[in-house]
Each structure stands twice: as C-alpha cells, then as structure tokens.
C-alpha cells in the first residue's frame, strides 16, 4: 500500500466532519472517493495534506511514513503529495511561470525541475502560451491546468485533486480527465474526490462512497457504476 | 520658492522615516493578516540598536587611534544594527505572533501592544531615565544652492532609505522567497501546498521589516539625535497610517503614502501654526480614507479576509 488512512476522526469546532474514515491506495491507481456535497470528501483530502488536525486515533501511512508527523508544507516536499485545492487557489498575482516556479521552492534538482516543466508544458501547451501571463486572467479551464501542472510541479507521486471537474465545460473537462490520465501513466497515483460520480467512476479503476464523513461502499469503478444504491443516490437513477 | 523648495527637501526627509516604518507594517499584514502592533518599538529598539553600534565603533576606532571615515561608519553601523534588529523582529515573531497565527486577529493586536510595552520599560529599566544623544556619524555641511539650505544628511537619508526601499523591490520580484511572499500575500493557506513553510516566509518578512524599521531609526538618529524609549509610538502610529493610506498590503502604496504623508505635514506646518500641524494633516488623511477605504493600492478583498 502506498496510502494507508484507518480511522480517521476530524472536527471542525463542535462539528464532526469525519467519522473513523478508512481507505487505501496502491501506487499507480486512480482512486475515486465521491459523496454529496458536506458529506466529508474535501476534508479527507485536507487531512491527507495535513491542512486539517486529525483526532487522535486517527491513522495515516504513506510509503511507510507516519503522514501525522509531518508538516503541511513537508508533505509535498519531503513525501511528494501534491493537492490540487477546491476552486484551484491560484496565486492571481504571478504570472503562469511564476506559479510553476513556486510550486518547486524546496526542490533542488535543478534539471529533473527543467524536465518537469517540458512535461507540463507537453500536456498543457496552452500554459506556454500564457507563460508570462497573470494566472488571474486565465480562463476557467486554463485556470485547472495550471492548478493540476503547479501540482505536479511540487512532487509526484500522488496527486490528491479536489473537484477537477467543477466549474469546465464538459469538452474541457474530458481533455482535463485525458491529461489526468497521462499524468498517471507516467507513474503518479491519482487520488481524487468528485460530485461528478460517474465521470470519477468511468476515470477511476477504484472507488470509495463518503456519506456523512464514513465510507459506506467501496469496489471496483464498474461495480460501482452498476450497484443500484449509487445508480439511485449518485447516478440520477 | 527657495522656501517651498526647502520643504519639500524636509518632506522627503520626514516622508523617508514614514516610509521605511510603513514598509515593515505592510508586508507584515500583506503575507499574515496581520497589524504588528510591536513595528514602532521594534523601529525604537533599532534606533537604540544603532546608537549602540555606531557609540562602539566610535570607541574601537579611538582605541585603535584610526579615524573611520564616515561613511564606512554610517554603512557598518546601518548592516549591522539591521542585522541585530532582524533577529528582534525574529523573535517577536517565533515568541508573540506564531502561537497566535489561528487565534482571532485581536489576540495578535493586544500580544504586539503588549510586547511594544515591554520593550519601551524593558529600556528603561536597562538603560534608566538619561537621554542618550546618538553619535553625529557624519559631519554636517550646509549646501546653499540658490537660497535653497540643505544638509548633506538629509540629502544622504532620503538617498538611503530610496536604496533601500529599491533593493527591496529587486528582492520582493526576483528572488523565489519574494515570490514566496507575493504569493503569501494572495492566499496564504495555499503556500504550504506549494512546499513553502510559513515558517520560513514569516518570520523573514518580520526580518525584513525590522530591519528596514531600524534603518530608518539610524536615519532618524542623524537628524534628530536625542533618544527616547518612546520615540517609536508617535512614528510608529504615524507610519501605520502610512501603511493604511497606501492600501494594506501594498509595499509600493506604503513607501508612497510614507512621503506624502511627510508632505501634508510639512506643508501644513507651512499655511498653519505648528500646534495644529498634525490635527490638520491627519484630518486630511481622514477625508482621504473616507472616500477610498482602502487607500491607494489596496484591495478589498485583502482588507476583509480575517479581519
């Protein structure tokens, strides 16, 4: 297992959002976690990031490392999770490169830095275009690949990403999903959370069903699509 | 004319002083949210810092019976107190400000307030009630060019702290910790996903700041060379309006709104008696306020995150 999360409890103040989570991940996969929306799935990701407190009890591994002894930010440059937020939280003050640039601050290898950068800039061509770019004038689709490219920019070997789908149009975001994938192909582990149940479950070969910060079904993508529960509460019958 | 061209030389030099404070206040608040109530006491304790170099290199050049020239006094004497004064403004913020950084904004205010306190009778209570008089670094020569009187030092104070505030527009766009900070000043929760520590970010800027306040101090020391540990109040809450009026968060807003500030000032004190001088000039700041809230180059969005 490359992600290993047993028991996760986290509180907002007074308010639970979840409860004893568990779920794990092989290296290479594409796992899916979908849910309605408050049901628990950006704080799962927040926990994983270390962005949110987990309780005590709560358990997560990553490559044989306690994820709960490290810092946020020691997280992506020490493990190499990388998160792609909720609504992209792009620095609208520097440029398309410059987002790039600081998403390798406490890297050093300078020329697998270069190589990464080609990468992206293979997948996302458009990001060359808008180097020198605000990121705050980009469009909405735009906007997401420079989200997902800054996120491979800071390390690569899990992409966490939060409603990738959110705000494109459905041609964007099937090329959206495309680069995903090719991302994937060239070794990073995909973890993400949508609403977009069956767009996540046709991308995924895995999936997890979140309902009130539990996970309350698990299987196969293709399983899933055809288990009546999630046909009825997340496929629209 | 020679008179307005006088005052505008003493506006510069006033508006230098408020620059170089308000800078310290703005990048603070820019990457943290944050009024670092303590930036006048800091700018006081660099002064104090500053006295203190230049009084022991002074004495080390006497001892050595080598006469430093000034300039060579007034450079080491201005890196080196920014030097110390940094590791001051590190440690307000590792010891007042990080334990607070998810407590509510007052929490921080009333901590930065308090720290201020201590440092203006920590003074006291070290150094006691005699005034110290800062050392004259450099020699003064009056210039007369067209009956308009001038020092070299005011010249040499609004050449530095321009310096300055240049080197610190160089560090802010091309260096990756500037980066780091302009990113911090757009959506700072996001820095960490990027690999950044704020714990890094943070107390560099408090740095940074501190060490531009305690420039300022030694500039100020040239001109007005009496000490006292409450020197930093009245310039410290003039400097933060400053900082206010260029847009909070804004570095180039503060070190404009620093000079302007030291112009209504100084041109009020022309039209008016001197008693009324900062009544009127602060009035006039306040009609300003009212009609853009956010001052020069503010953004409302900035102003209303976690305040």
């Given at each position: 297992?490359?992600?290993t999360v047993?028991?996760?409890?986290?509180?907002?103040?007074?308010?639970?959002?979840?409860?004893?989570?568990?779920?794990?991940?092989?290296?290479?996969?594409?796992?899916?976690?979908?849910?309605?929306?408050?049901?628990?799935?950006?704080?799962?990701?927040?926990?994983?990031?270390?962005?949110?407190?987990?309780?005590?009890?709560?358990?997560?591994?990553?490559?044989?490392?306690?994820?709960?002894?490290?810092?946020?930010?020691?997280?992506?440059?020490?493990?190499?999770?990388?998160?792609?937020?909720?609504?992209?939280?792009?620095?609208?003050?520097?440029?398309?490169?410059?987002?790039?640039?600081?998403?390798?601050?406490?890297?050093?290898?300078?020329?697998?830095?270069?190589e990464?950068?080609?990468?992206?800039?293979?997948?996302?061509?458009?990001?060359?275009?808008?180097?020198?770019?605000?990121?705050?004038?980009l469009?909405?689709?735009?906007?997401?690949?420079?989200?997902?490219?800054?996120?491979?920019?800071?390390?690569?070997?899990?992409?966490?990403?939060?409603?990738?789908?959110?705000?494109?149009?459905?041609?964007?975001?099937?090329?959206?999903?495309?680069?995903?994938?090719?991302?994937?192909?060239?070794?990073?582990?995909?973890?993400?959370?949508?609403?977009?149940?069956?767009?996540?479950?046709?991308?995924?070969?895995?999936?997890?069903?979140?309902?009130?910060?539990?996970?309350?079904?698990?299987?196969?993508?293709?399983?899933?699509?055809?288990?009546?529960?999630?046909?009825?509460?997340y496929?629209?019958? | 004319?020679?008179?307005?061209?006088?005052?505008?030389?003493?506006?510069?030099?006033?508006?230098?002083?408020?620059?170089?404070?308000?800078?310290g206040?703005?990048?603070v608040?820019?990457?943290?949210?944050?009024?670092?109530?303590?930036?006048?006491?800091?700018?006081?304790?660099?002064?104090?810092?500053?006295?203190?170099?230049?009084?022991?290199?002074?004495?080390?050049?006497?001892?050595?019976?080598?006469?430093?020239?000034?300039?060579?006094?007034?450079?080491?004497?201005?890196?080196?107190?920014?030097?110390?004064?940094?590791?001051?403004?590190?440690?307000?913020?590792?010891?007042?400000?990080?334990?607070l950084?998810?407590?509510?904004?007052?929490?921080?205010?009333?901590?930065?307030?308090?720290?201020?306190?201590m440092?203006?009778?920590?003074?006291?209570?070290?150094l006691?009630?005699?005034?110290?008089?800062?050392?004259?670094?450099?020699?003064?020569?009056?210039?007369?060019?067209?009956?308009?009187?001038?020092?070299?030092?005011?010249?040499?104070?609004?050449?530095?702290?321009?310096?300055?505030?240049?080197?610190?527009?160089?560090?802010?766009?091309?260096?990756?910790?500037g980066?780091?900070?302009?990113?911090?000043?757009?959506?700072?929760?996001?820095?960490p996903?990027?690999?950044?520590?704020?714990?890094?970010?943070?107390?560099?800027?408090?740095?940074?700041?501190?060490?531009?306040?305690?420039?300022?101090?030694?500039?100020?020391?040239?001109?007005?060379?009496?000490?006292?540990?409450?020197?930093?109040?009245?310039?410290?809450?003039?400097?933060?309006?400053?900082?206010?009026?260029?847009?909070?968060?804004?570095i180039?807003?503060?070190?404009?709104?620093?000079?302007?500030?030291?112009?209504?000032?100084?041109?009020?004190?022309?039209?008016?008696?001197?008693?009324f001088r900062d009544?009127?000039?602060?009035?006039?700041?306040?009609?300003?306020?009212?009609f853009?809230?956010?001052?020069?180059?503010?953004?409302?969005?900035?102003a209303?995150?976690?305040?």
């Open positions: 297992m490359q992600l047993e028991n996760l409890h986290v509180s907002y103040g007074q308010i639970k959002a979840l409860h004893g989570l568990g779920f794990s991940i092989v290296q290479g996969e594409i796992v899916c976690i979908i849910g309605a929306n408050g049901a628990g799935k950006s704080t799962t990701l927040r926990a994983i990031s270390r962005l949110v407190d987990a309780e005590k009890g709560s358990h997560m591994v990553f490559e044989g490392k306690d994820l709960l002894k490290f810092q946020p930010d020691k997280v992506v440059s020490e493990l190499g999770i990388s998160h792609v937020p909720e609504g992209r939280r792009l620095f609208g003050n520097l440029t398309v490169m410059e987002n790039l640039q600081l998403a390798t601050f406490a890297r050093r290898d300078r020329a697998l830095i270069k990464n950068l080609e990468t992206v800039f293979e997948i996302f061509p458009r990001l060359l275009e808008r180097e020198s770019q605000l990121s705050a004038t469009s909405g689709g735009e906007q997401q690949m420079l989200a997902v490219g800054r996120a491979y920019m800071t390390g690569r070997k899990m992409m966490l990403l939060d409603e990738p789908s959110m705000g494109l149009a459905p041609l964007m975001m099937l090329s959206m999903f495309d680069a995903l994938k090719e991302i994937n192909r060239a070794g990073t582990t995909i973890l993400l959370v949508e609403q977009n149940a069956r767009l996540a479950l046709k991308f995924a070969q895995r999936g997890y069903v979140i309902e009130n910060g539990r996970i309350v079904l698990e299987g196969e993508s293709r399983a899933l699509l055809e288990n009546p529960d999630v046909k009825k509460a496929l629209g019958g | 004319m020679a008179f307005f061209l006088q005052n505008v030389i003493n506006a510069l030099q006033w508006g230098s002083f408020y620059a170089l404070i308000a800078l206040y703005s990048m608040y820019s990457i943290l949210m944050l009024f670092n109530f303590t930036h006048g006491d800091i700018f006081m304790t660099g002064t104090y810092i500053g006295f203190g170099v230049a009084t022991a290199l002074v004495a080390l050049a006497t001892a050595l019976s080598w006469s430093m020239p000034g300039w060579l006094l007034l450079v080491l004497t201005i890196i080196i107190a920014m030097f110390l004064t940094s590791i001051l403004g590190v440690v307000v913020e590792r010891v007042g400000y990080r334990p950084r998810e407590a509510p904004r007052a929490s921080a205010a009333i901590t930065g307030l308090m720290i201020g306190i440092l203006e009778y920590g003074n006291l209570a070290i006691g009630t005699q005034r110290y008089n800062f050392p004259s670094i450099i020699e003064t020569v009056t210039y007369d060019v067209g009956g308009v009187f001038f020092t070299n030092k005011k010249i040499l104070i609004v050449g530095v702290a321009l310096l300055l505030m240049i080197a610190l527009h160089q560090f802010i766009h091309k260096t990756r910790w980066m780091a900070m302009r990113a911090m000043s757009y959506d700072f929760q996001v820095v996903l990027m690999g950044v520590s704020l714990n890094v970010i943070a107390p560099m800027t408090f740095a940074i700041g501190s060490a531009l306040a305690a420039a300022g101090g030694i500039l100020y020391g040239m001109a007005y060379p009496v000490l006292d540990p409450f020197m930093g109040i009245l310039l410290g809450w003039k400097s933060f309006v400053a900082a206010i009026l260029g847009g909070r968060g804004s180039l807003g503060a070190a404009l709104a620093g000079f302007l500030l030291g112009f209504i000032e100084i041109f009020t004190a022309m039209v008016f008696p001197s008693t009544l009127i000039a602060y009035s006039i700041i306040l009609l300003i306020l009212t853009r809230p956010y001052g020069f180059f503010g953004q409302a969005h900035s209303q995150l976690r305040l």
